[in-house]
């Protein structure tokens, strides 16, 4: 998201709509034989501490990651806008 400054630049938007309960996404990379293997993980948010949250995954585990790395499940993640662009 843009934003527009009184100048008339246009500077990228600092908005955060995630909030403790939300389903998110992030997207994994793992070091494999080959190179690296990318995965999307669908986590519930279960606290927000300053620039991190909490998550729980699906088998129950949590793990503390950057709200920058969250998407709103549904939304494009990170590994979508790069194979497809931000269309």
Request: glycine share 10%; hydrophobic share 35%; charged share 15%.
């Amino acid at each position: 998201m843009q934003a527009q400054t009184p100048n008339g630049s246009v500077v990228e938007a600092n908005m955060n709509t995630i909030s403790v309960g939300d389903r998110v996404t992030y997207v994994k990379m793992t070091p494999s034989a080959g190179g690296y293997r990318f995965s999307v993980k669908e986590v519930t948010v279960q606290k927000i501490e300053g620039n991190a949250a909490t998550v729980r995954s699906k088998n129950g585990r949590t793990s503390l990651q950057p709200l920058s790395k969250l998407t709103p499940f549904g939304q494009p993640n990170a590994l979508t806008r790069a194979l497809l662009g931000d269309a």
